[in-house]
């Protein structure tokens, strides 16, 4: 089994910067695809970066140029850097572990997901 446990959410302010990390444990596989997906209130899950275990990285449209995916893979910890935030960035951000390399950018190809952190960006 795997656990995903992520943390580092909180309140702030458009255009501020805010980093939430991702800690796993459990079972490790050979070749993986680290995700962070968002689900804002009334909306869909929505693709936001992944990470391969060899690491390429993707990222959403609506947050290119704006957030970072990253890995420590001595510590087992996945992090999304978050710049330049806007309001409509306030979601809960889940981290999400798909075995191999897939459909990076499709929530329903990853086996196991984190809690959850909330993120609100507001003035």
């Known amino acids: 089994q795997v656990q995903l446990v992520e943390s580092g959410g909180g309140l702030v302010q458009p255009g501020g910067s805010l980093r939430v990390s991702c800690a796993a444990s459990?079972?490790?596989?050979?070749?993986?695809?680290m995700g962070w997906f968002r689900q804002a209130p009334g909306k869909e899950r929505e693709f936001v970066a992944a990470i391969t275990w060899g690491g390429s990285t993707y990222s959403g449209n609506s947050v290119k140029g704006r957030f970072t995916i990253s890995t420590d893979n001595a510590k087992n910890m996945v992090y999304l850097q978050m710049n330049s935030l806007k309001p409509e960035d306030t979601a809960v951000y889940y981290c999400?572990?798909?075995?191999?390399?897939?459909?990076?950018?499709?929530?329903?190809?990853?086996?196991?997901w984190g809690q959850g952190t909330q993120v609100t960006v507001s003035s």
């Open positions: 459990g079972r490790t596989f050979s070749t993986y695809t």
């Open positions: 999400a572990l798909g075995r191999g390399v897939g459909a990076y950018n499709n929530y329903l190809w990853y086996s196991y």
